[in-house]
Structure formats: structure tokens, C-alpha cells
């Protein structure tokens, strides 16, 4: 599926801001089944500095800083991607998961050493006793990898509630656990929170989720929203996309933009600002399908949830 | 031999002693001092001692340890035996930390490059993947080698069989070298004698080839090199500021720099100025919010992006904090083997790392034999000794170490070599480390000849400043004298030097301190006058002096006074006599003197590395003469008040006689006119309301204060009147402390300020302006039967004698006037603030991050 994709973000500050010092990660990334064709960014008012370069996740990161003085900040992120979802290494799902997460460790090939540093703590993510046990009732011993893991997604989804009211940007994964309610962020790192606490490597994925409007309505401009899912390793099978919030396995209805640790290593745009007094932020993804689809593209027959 | 020096309550042979090998006649290295110790005798070195003390007490050499009760600038605290080493061994140890620092940067260099080392399994990938100090946005950041670990501190410990263990390397932003030389300035001051016939071998040159190794970080022609700090609440400040003065870098924090154009500068009172290297006590992950810890408020922001784009360069290189953790020691001697085809000179403790599954299965059987630490720098977590873990919590430490076995690191507890300290009279034997220090020129390695030795505490023999420790000097010695100043690396002395005469901009930081200390240094004269003024009256005085006294405190305008309220009940002298103690002796009010000396205590040291050392020294002496004894009566404070007073001229001597005319001292002086001007209006108010007859004492008081009673005497052969003192007082331009003066100079101070802005200069020459046109002569004083027979000398005598209406009105213009002036005296103070100092004080505001 090709879709045109517009990522607007809007700051209005309070007073005017004199320097403003921003990283976004708005390119998307270009992978097989994540096709990116084309990508622009538009910065308003003109950034006096911009540069751009890949971090150590392989994410693509903007630097600019707007040195004029100015009471609004505006980033819009164009691009165009062939979305196909990602193709597992095989359709087998035989290796057990501690055999998969145990023997990771000890490969010092490049693809097993990028997925091994998944493995440890980041800055919002902590291994804990707790998070491990919950995962255990998915994670039965000798399970195959995809199958305790698409049981674990649809556990998390079950058990916790999708609620925007509860949580922000810095609450901490564990008040989401103990509340067992959140928004997609919040499901994605609980999801990896738990993985990593049985020592298998996960990440956190950022982009976007294709939405539809009620039947006979027309699709709502700008309504979409950025979306967060998990990726999780397999020795078998790969990187294996999971959508907690959904509970799908993603395939051409989501688009995947960066990917990183955790939330902070991704968050789509963030800065130091000298003065400001308080801001407001507006954020308007919109979605558009280039060719015309017949039916949502998941394993989920609820209606998909957005962030 | 020395017994009756030395009183040790340790068994000898338990750890290596270094000063014998049987506890009663020194090695050979340590017969000189010996001798020398016993020759001049306990009493002698216990006077010698006590000069030390009082020397690091006033130049205010000073240890911070976070939530000491004793406060935060806790003294220093120094030994004034050496440590002795002899050259032999310290060729040794010399190479084997050039060869642990050779090792270390080179793995700095893989593991924020290349990663072979990751890749072919000689460092293990979860040490990496793990480590919170692996900063991810450096890898592939080109910098200089050289400046991975401009310098490294490995501290070094010796076992009961005499030979050298590393117990850690410091690879972050080490501290302690600015101790360790300014141990050797005391120590070599205090026992000269012993200094000159030891063969030491000095110092100096290290540093100087630190300043030149910073310095060829950057192409730049004539780079500027900052030394970055965390500010004045930082442990090691003191040597911050130290280091900064001795190498002749400005010290900065954060907020003092700003990147523009992915290049980063100072904030000056010229403007901004650009910055090439950066000596770093900040860590890594604090020095820029945008892309490392987004909280940190001590770094600046843009800093990598300023990097990356080779714009500025930064020791020790971001990042070098990696390899901090002792988990990397197992791995060393490997290393050592595949990257520099040696073995491993200096052993490191005995350790292991629990990411092993050997390591970890041999810990966990020997716990009661080591102690576990982190293995990466996280929060709350204290080394666990295994002896003394109770059963209790065992098991539970245990699985914490099992779920995640690479976050800890055990190491051998090691039986540390004791060294003679000198301890209330006598000589006893503490446990020391040695921490030395390996530079790195870009054209070779260079090691400081000794270093900082930190002495354990009485009870146990664990060794940390931050636990309240002390220090030693050591001295390694030469084989003979020409030995001692020999730095083959160093940049030759007679390559000619580019003269420069205009100094570098002064932060603007710096500015906003010179100016408060002025402002701050005035004020306390203001304050110890007026009090000294009032303190012998306050007896003695009849009922009638109190309006006059109470008058005179009025002019201190406090906000915190404890005198009653006016209309509620009659003020006494007794109320009165509280004020004044607590003026001068409460610690707690904030407008009390000694609040207003330790004010000036604190602006002082924050810019220490500013001031000369005489001048601190004073400041030092000012914040003691006021430290009162709870016996103390009132009148006993005449004496504390008139000493302080003197320290104060002295200051202001300094002031003018000893500093640069740069822009920090045109912010200093501004500050102190100022202040001047703003006490003076204020006294003057006090006399065009129109003073009561009966009142006229304050006019007395007035003159002391000013101390202008001798130029008024000299004038007016007559008894005190308000007009002749308001004209001393106020339009007297010969008097140092009439407002005429003041304004003068600070129209004259601020025409010389850079940057400077016209409508402000006009506002002081306007207000000088007005206050040389008025004609105090046809001022006629309410209530005076006549007017004042022998006038001004000059100029007044073609004045008309104005009707009385038309003079009072007049006087009621210029108690309006004085008004006014200190109106526009605290809006110069603001304006200077806001144009010179106020972006130093700004912070950026962390947005639509993880925080």
C-alpha cells in the first residue's frame, strides 16, 4: 500500500522564544516491506542552522536551530512510503524462546549484535521481577517465539485499557502497570519492559497506523495520529512487529518511521528553548492511501485504535 | 629511630609500611626525612602544622561533601608528612601508567569507532550495550586522539608484598590534580628546609605541558581554552577554580556558553566569543541537554552537534566515561596483549565481572571475600561487602545479582600500605592510595611525578575525599638534582611568544559577580559605619539622641529590623540595643553584617579564580572579624567593627592599586559607587526632611559615617548645621564620599564599558547635571532664624537672598531630587543586569522531550 504522509507539529509560545535549539526525528526509514520514496521537511520560520545525521539506531535525525525571534514553531514532515508490512525470515515458528533469547548473547555477528543491545535497560525502560512473571504466563517454557509473543500482545491488550487521560508523556512505566491503562506508548513499553525482563531483545518502533472513517463518511484530514508499536527478536524469524494496542501483527497498514530503545530515543521532536513562557502543542498526522484498499490489513477484527 | 614520634596501633607486617620495613629504622628513601622530622623535633613541626591549618582556612582551600552538616565549604584537609617515593620505583610505575593509558584511550578510540573489539569478542558487547556511560551520539564523532583522555587518574595501591595495584582508573573528568599541587605549595612552604635538600622533582611542568596539550587541540590560531565547571556547589570547586587561575582558562558553567552556528561561545560583556577547547569537570552526560540528559542544567545546549562538525574540542572527549567501570580491568591484560603486544605492566585488584558466567558463579560462591559495586554509574547503589551482608538480605541481593548479572562488579578488598601522618602531636600510620595522573600530549604521554595520596580515615581503611578523608603531598625523588625539572615533551622556552595587552572578554558571569561584590563590599563598609556610629551611643546618649539614633538606623532602611513598630509603642534604648546585637551578630538575618561579609564570602569565591590571592586572603580575614562569641557585650563590638573597617580599606586599596583596569574591574567599581551613591541619598533624605533642632546630633553621626568630620571642621569653624553638612555631603566634588563624587565616577566608569547604551549615560549625566545646578546657597533650612553666615566660598556670594516660601520649596525639590536619584540609581543597577549579565543567568527550557 503507498501512502502520502503529513506530520504537522505546532508549537505557540506564550511570549516570544529568542533561540531555539530542536532534534526531530520525523525521516522515515527505508527497509524492505517499509519502502520510503520520497520525504521533505518543512521548518517554519527558517532554521539558521540544519543538519542532519544517522544515529547509532540507524534513525535519521534533523538538528536545526531557529535563531530569530518567534512565537511559533512549525514542522511538517512530508513523505511517501510503500508499506508492505515486514516479511518474517520464514513462516516456521519452531525455536523455542530461551533458546532464542539465550543464544543471542553469544553471537557476534552484526545482525545479532544489533539486536542484542535491545536487551538491556534504557532510560524508560527497567527489568524487573514483576514484569518478568507477567510475561511468564505467555512465555511457557519451550514455547515457539511468535506464538508466546502474539499471546503476550493480546494479554496486554486485554488487561490494560486504552485511556489518553491517564498518562503523559512522562509518566513512568511502572504507574502504567500498576494502573493497566495507558496509550499506545504506554502498551508498547510495558510490552517491552516485559520481554526485556525474560532477556529477550525488543525495541520500540514509532510511525504511523491508517485509520477509517465511519462508513459513509469521508476520511477527515489531519485527524490521524503518530501511532508506537514493539519490535521483538528472534533468532529464527527476526524482527517480529507487534501492535499491543491493536493487538495485530502489523503488515501494509502500519508505517514505520524510526526506532530506537525506548520513547526517547525517537520522540518525533523535541528542544531547548530560550524564553517562551509556556507553550501549547499542536499535532496533525494525516494518512492517505494512494491506491484504494478493500479492508483493514491486520489480524485483528476490532476497530484499530489510535494514539 | 623515631618512637618517640611515631605511635602506631598497628601491627607491623599486617600491610606494607612505607616509611620501614620493621617498624624501627626507615628505608633507605626515608632515612633523610626521618632524620630531619626527629631534628626538628614535635613541638616545631606541631607550630608548622598549625600554620598550615590557618594558611588553607584563609586561602580558602576548600572540599565540598554533599549534606555535611559542617557546611558546604568544608576545609581541606592536609598532612604535612610527604609520601616519598624514590626515582627507581617510580620509573616503574611511570611506565606501567603510560602503558594502562596508552591501553585505555586506545579502547575509548574502538569502542566510539571501529567496535572490532565488540565484534571479535575481546570486550564483551553487554559491558557496551549496558553501560549508561556508553553515550550512543558520539560513536563515529570524528575528535583529535589525543583528546579521548587528555588525562587519565589511576589510583594505585600497594599490597603487603610491596608491589603496585591499580585500584581504579578515573577516565571521566579526573579530579585532584589542582589538590595535588596545591598540597605541594603548602607542604614544600611549610618544610622548606627538607623540600630543598630532597631532590623533588617538581611539579610545574606538567601543568605546563597540560596548557600546551589543550592548546594543540585546536588548529586555531591563539585558541581559547575554557575550563567548564558545575558551578560553586560542586565537591571540588575549589580546585576548579584553582586549576582555571593557575593555567590561565576561564572558568565557565553551562549557562556561560551558548552554540550558534554549530560553534560555541562565550557570553561576555563585549558579546559572544568563541570557544575552541573545553576542559571539562562536568560529565559527559550533562554537558547537553538536546541530545544526552535532557535534564541537565549544567550543560549547553548544541554541544554535540557543535563537535560533530569539528567545531570545538572537548577533554576529556565526551563519552570517555565508558570506561570508568573496574568491570573492564578483567579484560586488560587480553587487551594489553592484542592491541600494544605487551603484557600488562601494573596489575589492576583482583576483579570480576558478573557478566561472566565464570566470574559471576565464582562471586557468588566467594561473597564473604569481595566487595560488589556497580558495574555503571547508577544512583543508590553503595558497594555491598560481602563480610558484612546479613543473612537477611542476602538472598534477595543475590537474585538482584542474578536477574541481571552484568549491572555488578566484585573486587578483592584490599590491605592498603600505611604512611606516617602527623595526628594531634605524633606520628601514626593511616592506610593511603596514590592517586597519580598521565597526560596526554598528543606527542607522548606525560606522568605528574607524584600526585595526590589520600589518606584513610582512623577506622577502616576506606579511602575517599568524599567520605572526609585527607590528603598527602608526594614527593618522588630524583636521583640527583638536575633530575627535578625535566620534562622532555615540553614546548622550548625561548620560542618567541605573540605579546597581547587587550585581555579576552570577561564572562558575562563573571561581570554580574564583580559587580555584587562591589555592590556587596560597599555595602558592609555602609553597614559597620553606621552601626560604629551608633554603637558607643546607644548608652551613653540622653533621651533625647534617640530620634537622632533612630534616624541614623533608619538610613540602613532594613526590612528585617526588630525594632517595634513606630506608632504601636514608644521606641526605647533598650529595643534599640537588641537591633544593633542583632545586626551585628545574627547569622540568620539577611541584611545582619555578618550575613553581608559572608555574601561577600560567597560572590568572592565564586570568582576566586578572578581575585589575587591577598585578596581572597582578605575576604577570608573579613568573614571571621565578624564571627561574635556569645559572651560579647555591645560595646565589645566597637573594637570587632573598627578592625573590620580597616580590612575593608584594605580591600578597597587593593581594589584600586592591585587590579587590572579590565572590564571586571569596571563592573567592581561600578558596583561599589553605586551602592555609595544609592547609602548616601538615603542619608540625605534623612536631612532635607527637615531635621528638628533638638535633632541635630545625626548630623554628627552623619559626618562620621562619611567620614567627613575633619573636612567640615577644617571649613566651617561653626557648631553643625544642616546646610554647610548637606553641601559636604552632597555637592562637595573633592569629597570621595559625596554624591557628587560618585555620580561623577560612575558617568566616568560607564563611558568605558563596551557595548554601552547612550540613553543611560545621559540619564547620569543628566541627574550630575542637575545636581551641580542647584544653588544650595539660596536653600534657606525651615525653622532658622538666619541664614547661614558664612556660605559656600565659592560662587555664593552674588546669590540673591530668596524669600523664605521660594527656599523651602526648594529644599522640598531636592528631597524630591535625592528621591528620584535612587530611583534611577537601582534602574542603572537593573539596566546592567539586564544588558551585561542577564543572559548568563538565562536557562533554556527543555520541550516535547523525555523528561
Redesign the interface.
Known amino acids: 500500500m503507498l501512502y502520502k504522509i503529513s506530520h504537522r ?1 505546532t ?1 505557540l509560545y506564550k511570549y516570544p522564544v529568542s ?1 531555539g ?1 530542536h ?1 526531530a526525528c520525523l525521516r522515515p526509514r527505508s527497509f524492505p516491506g517499509n519502502h520510503l520514496l520520497h520525504s521533505e521537511l518543512h521548518i517554519s520560520p527558517t532554521p ?2 540544519f ?1 542532519e ?1 544517522v ?3 540507524g534513525n535519521t535525525l534533523s ?1 536545526f ?1 531557529v ?1 530569530e525571534s518567534h512565537e511559533e514553531l512549525v514542522v511538517e514532515a512530508k513523505s511517501q512510503i510503500e508499506s508492505t508490512g515486514r516479511k518474517p525470515r520464514s513462516q516456521r515458528d519452531s525455536m523455542p524462546w530461551e533458546d532464542s533469547a539465550r543464544s543471542l ?1 553469544e553471537d ?1 555477528s ?1 545482525d545479532a ?1 544489533e539486536a ?2 535491545y ?3 534504557s ?2 525502560i527497567r ?1 524487573r ?1 514483576d514484569f518478568a512473571d507477567y510475561a511468564r504466563a505467555s512465555f511457557l517454557p519451550e514455547r515457539p517465539m511468535r506464538e508466546a509473543l502474539l499471546d503476550l500482545t493480546a494479554r496486554i491488550h486485554a488487561d490494560f485499557r486504552f485511556d489518553s487521560k491517564v498518562t503523559t ?2 509518566t513512568t512505566m511502572e504507574e502504567v502497570f500498576n494502573k493497566r491503562r495507558g496509550v499506545c506508548q504506554d502498551f508498547a513499553h510495558v510490552q517491552i519492559a516485559c520481554l526485556r525482563s525474560l532477556n529477550i531483545a525488543a525495541r520500540y518502533v514509532s510511525g504511523y497506523l491508517r485509520t477509517y472513517p465511519p462508513p459513509g463518511r469521508p476520511r477527515l484530514i489531519g485527524a490521524d495520529a503518530s501511532h508506537a508499536w514493539v519490535s521483538a527478536y528472534s533468532r529464527e524469524l527476526g524482527w517480529l512487529d507487534v501492535d499491543p494496542t491493536n493487538n495485530v501483527a502489523p503488515t501494509d497498514g502500519h508505517v514505520t518511521l524510526a526506532w530506537g530503545r525506548d ?2 530515543d525517537v ?10 513562557g509556556g ?1 501549547t ?1 499542536q499535532v496533525a498526522v494525516d494518512m492517505e492511501p494512494v491506491e484504494a484498499t478493500s479492508e483493514f490489513a491486520g489480524h485483528s477484527i476490532e476497530e484499530p485504535v489510535k494514539q | 629511630m623515631i618512637g618517640d614520634l611515631y605511635q602506631s596501633s598497628l601491627r607491623y607486617g599486617a600491610s606494607y609500611e612505607e616509611w620501614s620495613e620493621d617498624g624501627a629504622s626507615p628505608r633507605p628513601h626515608w632515612a633523610h626525612t626521618i632524620d630531619w622530622l626527629r631534628s626538628v623535633g614535635a613541638d616545631e613541626l606541631g607550630r608548622r602544622w598549625t600554620r598550615a591549618e590557618r594558611r588553607i582556612r584563609e586561602n580558602g582551600i576548600t572540599y565540598n561533601i554533599y549534606g555535611d552538616p559542617l557546611g558546604a565549604n568544608r576545609p581541606w584537609r592536609i598532612d604535612i608528612v610527604p609520601m616519598l617515593i624514590p626515582a627507581a620505583e617510580w620509573r616503574f610505575i611511570e611506565s606501567g601508567v603510560i602503558q594502562r593509558a596508552t591501553l585505555l584511550s586506545r579502547l575509548l578510540q574502538d569502542l566510539y569507532g571501529p567496535q572490532d573489539l565488540v565484534r571479535e569478542g575481546r570486550f564483551p558487547a553487554a559491558l557496551l550495550y549496558g553501560n549508561t556511560a556508553f553515550l550512543r551520539p558520539l560513536v563515529g564523532v570524528k575528535v583529535p586522539e589525543h583528546s579521548y583522555l587528555h588525562m587519565l587518574a589511576v589510583d594505585l595501591a600497594r599490597s603487603p608484598d610491596g608491589k603496585w595495584w591499580v585500584l581504579a582508573d578515573r577516565t571521566q573528568a579526573p579530579s585532584g590534580s589542582g589538590y595535588a599541587l596545591e598540597n605541594r605549595t603548602i607542604v614544600s612552604d611549610l618544610l622548606p628546609e627538607l623540600f630543598r635538600t630532597s631532590n623533588v622533582m617538581r611539579l610545574a611542568p606538567f601543568f605546563r605541558a597540560q596548557r600546551d596539550a589543550l592548546t594543540s587541540l585546536s588548529k586555531r590560531e591563539n585558541p581559547r581554552v575554557v575550563l567548564l565547571t558545575p558551578g560553586p556547589h560542586n565537591e571540588t570547586y575549589f580546585e576548579h577554580s584553582y586549576l582555571a587561575k593557575y593555567l590561565g582558562f576561564a572558568l565557565v558553567e553551562g549557562a556561560d556558553l551558548t552554540v550558534r552556528d554549530r560553534c560555541v561561545f562565550l557570553k561576555t560583556v563585549d558579546g559572544l566569543e568563541r570557544v575552541d577547547v573545553i576542559l571539562r569537570r562536568v560529565d559527559d552526560n550533562f554537558c547537553d541537554p538536546l541530545e544526552l540528559r535532557g535534564d541537565s542544567l549544567l550543560g549547553v545546549s548544541g554541544l554535540v552537534d557543535a563537535i560533530a562538525a569539528g567545531n570545538v574540542q572537548v577533554a576529556n572527549a565526551l563519552g570517555s566515561g565508558l570506561i570508568e567501570t573496574a568491570a573492564i580491568m578483567p579484560f586488560l591484560p587480553g587487551l594489553a596483549r592484542h592491541l600494544l603486544g605487551e603484557e600488562l605492566k601494573l596489575p589492576s585488584v583482583a576483579t570480576w565481572w558478573c557478566g561472566q558466567e565464570s566470574a559471576r558463579e565464582w562471586v557468588l560462591a566467594n561473597l564473604e571475600r569481595v566487595v560488589v559495586k556497580p558495574a555503571f554509574p547508577t544512583l543508590g547503589m553503595e558497594p555491598v561487602f560481602g563480610s558484612q551482608l546479613p543473612d537477611a538480605e542476602r538472598k534477595a541481593f543475590i537474585a538482584r545479582l542474578q536477574a541481571q548479572p552484568h549491572r555488578y562488579v566484585a573486587q578483592e578488598q584490599v590491605a592498603l600500605s600505611t604512611a606516617p601522618v602527623w595526628e594531634s602531636g605524633v606520628l601514626n600510620s593511616r592506610s593511603v592510595v596514590l592517586r597519580t595522573y598521565a597526560l596526554n600530549t598528543g606527542n607522548g604521554w606525560a606522568v605528574i611525578p607524584g600526585g595526590l595520596v589520600r589518606v584513610a580515615e582512623a577506622s577502616g581503611s576506606v579511602v575517599s575525599m568524599q567520605r572526609g578523608g585527607h590528603s598527602k603531598d608526594a614527593w618522588v625523588l630524583a636521583d640527583d638534582p638536575g633530575r627535578v625539572d625535566t620534562f622532555s615533551m615540553l614546548r622550548s622556552r625561548d620560542e618567541p611568544v605573540l605579546l597581547r595587552r587587550i585581555p579576552r572578554g570577561v564572562p558575562s558571569r563573571v561581570a554580574d559577580n564583580a559587580f555584587w561584590l562591589g555592590r556587596y563590599v560597599e555595602r558592609s563598609e555602609n553597614i559597620a559605619r553606621i552601626l560604629r556610629s551608633m554603637v558607643p551611643h546607644v548608652r551613653s546618649a540622653q533621651e533625647a539622641d534617640l530620634p537622632s539614633l533612630l534616624r541614623l538606623h533608619g538610613c540602613l532602611r532594613s526590612r528585617h529590623s526588630k525594632l517595634p513598630k513606630r506608632n504601636r509603642r514608644p521606641l526605647t534604648f533598650v529595643a534599640l540595643e537588641n537591633e544593633l546585637l542583632s545586626m551585628l551578630s545574627d547569622p540568620e538575618r539577611p541584611d545582619s553584617l555578618p550575613s553581608t561579609l559572608a555574601e561577600v564570602a560567597r560572590i568572592g569565591g565564586s570568582i576566586r579564580e578572578r581575585l589575587s590571592a591577598d585578596m581572597m586572603l582578605l575576604i577570608g580575614q573579613l568573614r571571621s572579624a565578624m564571627q561574635p562569641e556569645a559572651t560579647m557585650q555591645l560595646l565589645d563590638y566597637q573594637g570587632a567593627l573598627t578592625a573590620c573597617l580597616a580590612l575593608l580599606s584594605a580591600f578597597s586599596g587593593l581594589e584600586r592599586e592591585n587590579i587590572n583596569r579590565g572590564a571586571g574591574w569596571l563592573f567592581m567599581s561600578i558596583g561599589r559607587r553605586l551602592e555609595r551613591a544609592i547609602y548616601i541619598t538615603r542619608q540625605l533624605r534623612e536631612i532635607t526632611t527637615p531635621l528638628a533642632a533638638e535633632d541635630w546630633s545625626f548630623l554628627e553621626r552623619l559626618l562620621e559615617v562619611a567620614d567627613s568630620s575633619m573636612t567640615y571642621r577644617s571649613r566651617y569653624y561653626t557648631t553643625l548645621q544642616p546646610m554647610p553638612v548637606l553641601d559636604v555631603l552632597l555637592a562637595d566634588e573633592t569629597n570621595p564620599r559625596s554624591l557628587d563624587f560618585q555620580l561623577e565616577h560612575l558617568v566616568e566608569l560607564y563611558e568605558k564599558l563596551p557595548r554601552r547604551e547612550e540613553v543611560e549615560l545621559e540619564s547620569m549625566r543628566e541627574a550630575l547635571a542637575t545636581l551641580r545646578g542647584m544653588d544650595l546657597q539660596a536653600l534657606i533650612y525651615p525653622k532658622m532664624a538666619a541664614p547661614a553666615t558664612s556660605g559656600v566660598a565659592e560662587g555664593g556670594g552674588a546669590a540673591k537672598r530668596p524669600t523664605r516660601t521660594r527656599a523651602s520649596h526648594a529644599l522640598t525639590g531636592l528631597h524630591r531630587y535625592l528621591g528620584t536619584l535612587e530611583n534611577l540609581l537601582l534602574s542603572w543597577s537593573n539596566h546592567l543586569s539586564s544588558r551585561y549579565f542577564s543572559h548568563a543567568r538565562t536557562q533554556p527550557v527543555t520541550i516535547g522531550s523525555d523528561l
Open positions: 507539529t508549537y533561540v535549539d532534534v539558521r542552522v543538519s545525521r544515529d547509532y539506531f538538528f536551530t535563531q548473547a557476534r552484526t549484535l542484542y543491545q536487551q538491556f535497560e532510560p524508560r527489568l521481577a508523556v512522562s520513547y526517547s520522540s518525533p521532536l523535541r528542544g531547548l528553548i530560550l524564553g517562551g507553550h502543542l
